[in-house]
Structures are given as C-alpha cells and as structure tokens.
C-alpha cells in the first residue's frame, strides 16, 4: 500500500483491526482442535500451522470433483452439440474470395478503382466525417 492511502484514523484503525482479527484467526487452534479456524491454513510453522490430513483429502477431493466436472461439461458438449447450439466442427467456414472476382460498385466502380475516391461528408451526430476509400 502506497504511503498516505488511508489517512482518516478511524479507517486506520479498522485496518489494523482486521489484520490482527485475521492473523488470530489463522493461527489460533480451536478449543479441544490441533488445527486453527482456518484449518491451519495457509501453512505457517512459526506458529505450527501445517495442513491436516482432514486438509489435504478435501482438496484433492474437490480438485478430483472439478476435473471430473470439466469433463462432463466437454461430453456434453460433443454429444449433444446440436441441440445445445454449439456448431463445433459442423460450423460453415469462412472463404474469402480474390479481389479480381469482387465487383466493384458505387464510386468505385465508376471511378475505375485505381485512385483514391473522395466519399461525401456525411453528417454523424453533428460531426462531419470525410472518408477516403482506396482499392486494391
């Protein structure tokens, strides 16, 4: 935190407040527990915070339960990707052809297309934008 960020007091206080609470929290074991009320987490050994066994199985768990999830939503996904709308390898591609096959139209086309074409002012929002469009 930059110097001076918080100069009223009463803010300064609550501050210092909230970190003291947290710290507490985190290092101070529940009654009858060897394990604090974050679950002695994060890890500290100066206070002997270190994970339980309680800690390490819940998260694979959950990590396990997250994979598994993700994989699902991808068999889903590609079983049932019509009617979830998603158009996955059947979307339509994109082609894009070469300038010598596009016709030219408006100004364009009867200028030649070899020059820059002055476009008329138009009048956006009571700002008057000129464009230049150029072929080629």
């Known amino acids: 935190m ?3 960020a918080i100069t009223d007091p009463a803010d300064i206080h609550r501050l210092t407040s909230y970190f003291a609470w947290s710290s507490w929290a985190a290092s101070t074991h529940r009654p009858g527990k060897d394990y604090s009320y974050t ?3 994060p890890p500290e050994p100066l206070v002997g ?3 339980s066994g ?3 199985v819940w998260s694979m768990l959950s990590l396990i339960a997250l ?3 993700i994989g699902a939503l991808f068999a889903v996904f590609g079983r049932w990707e019509d009617r979830l709308g998603w158009r996955g390898r059947h979307a339509e591609t994109i082609s894009f ?3 010598g096959e596009v016709a030219l139209a408006g100004q364009l086309a009867a200028h030649g297309g070899d020059e820059p074409v002055p476009a008329q002012p138009a009048q956006r929002g009571g ?3 000129t ?6």
């Open 2 to 4: 930059r110097p001076k």
């Open 39 to 41: 679950n002695s987490w």
């Open 49 to 51: 915070n270190g994970p």
């Open 54 to 56: 309680q800690v390490v």
């Open 67 to 69: 994979l598994v999830g």
């Open 97 to 99: 052809r070469p300038p």
């Open 127 to 129: 700002i008057a934008v």
């Open 131 to 136: 464009t230049i469009h150029r072929h080629g």
